[in-house]
């Protein structure tokens, strides 16, 4: 599934074009935007009077482009790089370029239109180019640069969807097309998005929005910004090494697998996750399909890079273990290959809900906690006190939390009840 990124630099006629000129560039850009649909994956930046371009798959290449004035915004969409520049021989007017599979084509000057350094483009399936011009109101120019329209919709930022756009500020989110403008949704006070796929887009915040329901967010994984991908059931979310599955019909957690590469990002493509693993100055691309999150239990297990649970329930945060495991048990039903494994200050002896344990792999740390089930006090033993604190729980004279509630919760209804009371008695007889 590996394919390791072809570095090409592809020369350009100068005679015809005399102002471009395009080199291989290797970690020049930081922060690159990242676009991807069903003709390719992307790589886009610009500084300056040049546009970097790194096309991932399929058929990768690297160039960069050098204008004779300022590059202001870049996107791509269907093998199409679109560059907006200014233009500083015609007033209120700017140039748009559009370089595909190695080339780029004459100036496009769009007139009547002011632009400044904080406007962006984007495009349609048909062409259609989209600017956000100085005063933040969104302006529309067919293939051909003619004039459509003006949105009064004010917004910052603006990403391609295939037949239209989605265009956004802090207060509100519009879907623009070349005829026009519908909000989609307000206060979500997102600082920015970022586009999942054709249906989602994620806010910097670590919502996930279904594309057309933007009052209604999933929120995948606190803490900020994180990378996702679509696939047909899931939504699957990067972080901190680890690759999350969310059922798309609930927005349930389906399961999780550990990543330790050096991941840029991933990124939808063709129904697969798309991720971009960067080490030093290379780039490479490794695609997953969904079935890695799938096991019997519902519950991923799987890791390519090492690390296997299967043989217990797990969720991102937590393994469920009866009672009696001892460290030597866990370790010998796992295989957690080229990772070292750490019980904080213990290294023998009995699991006890509340105990810790860490898979620790080059700049990658995985962290679970143990939940033994009916051990409701954190010894290890399931005996007559636990029995007694789940009692008491019922009665509400002392009630259990974190951990300890979910040791209590034996038929995982997500509650303690008579029911969870009996299978711990079951337990001590």
């Known amino acids: 599934m590996k394919t390791v990124l072809k570095m090409v630099c592809v020369t350009l006629a100068l005679l015809t074009l005399p102002f471009i000129s395009r080199t291989h560039y290797a970690s020049q850009v930081q922060n690159k935007l990242l676009f991807s649909d069903s003709k390719g994956i992307f790589l886009v930046n610009y500084s300056g009077k040049k546009a970097f371009v790194k096309k991932i ?77 100085s005063s933040k109101k969104v302006c529309v120019y067919n293939k051909d640069g003619s004039y459509l329209n003006t949105f009064p919709g004010k917004s910052d930022n603006i990403l391609p969807f295939g037949s239209y756009c989605v265009s956004y ?20 006070n997102e600082s920015a998005y970022y586009k999942i796929s054709d249906n989602y887009l994620g806010g910097y915040s670590g919502n996930i929005y279904k594309v057309g329901n933007f009052n209604k967010a999933f929120t995948a994984e606190t803490g900020g910004y994180y990378s996702a991908s679509e696939t047909k059931d899931y939504i699957v979310v990067y972080k901190d090494g680890v690759l999350t599955a969310y059922n798309k019909k609930d927005f349930s957690e ?62 991102k945060k937590y393994i469920y273990v009866n009672q009696g495991t001892t460290i030597k048990d866990f370790k010998s039903k796992i295989s957690y290959d080229n990772y070292e494994i750490g019980f904080g200050n213990r290294k023998s002896g009995k699991l006890r809900t509340g105990t ?33 604190a789940v009692f008491n729980h019922l009665l509400g004279n002392e009630m259990l939390k974190g951990v300890y509630k979910l040791a209590g919760d034996m038929n995982s209804d997500k509650k303690i009840s008579n029911s969870d009371l009996v299978r711990v008695a079951r337990i001590v007889k």
């Open 57 to 133: 798959t399929p058929s990768s290449y690297d160039c960069t482009y050098t204008f004779n004035t300022k590059v202001i915004n870049c996107c791509a969409l269907n093998s199409v790089v679109y560059i907006l520049t200014e233009n500083n021989t015609v007033n209120n007017s700017c140039d748009i370029y559009k370089a595909k599979d190695g080339s780029v084509g004459k100036a496009l000057t769009l007139k009547n239109i002011k632009i400044n350094n904080s406007s962006k483009i984007s495009a349609d399936k048909n062409g259609n180019i989209f600017i956000i011009n």
């Open 169 to 188: 500020s802090s207060k509100n989110i519009y879907k623009t097309t070349a005829t026009s403008q519908f909000l989609y949704g307000t206060g979500t």
């Open 254 to 315: 389906k399961g999780k697998i550990s990543y330790s590469k050096s991941v840029y990002g991933i990124t939808s493509y063709n129904g697969k996750i798309a991720i971009i693993n960067k080490t030093l100055n290379s780039y490479s691309l490794d695609t997953l399909n969904q079935s890695v999150f799938n096991s019997a239990s519902g519950v991923s297990s799987s890791d390519a890079n090492g690390l296997n649970l299967s043989a217990y329930k797990h969720t």
């Open 356 to 388: 810790i344990v860490t898979f620790s792999k080059s700049n990658s740390k995985i962290t679970y906690t143990f939940i033994v089930r009916g051990d409701v006090t954190g010894e290890g033993n399931v005996n007559s006190r636990d029995v007694k």
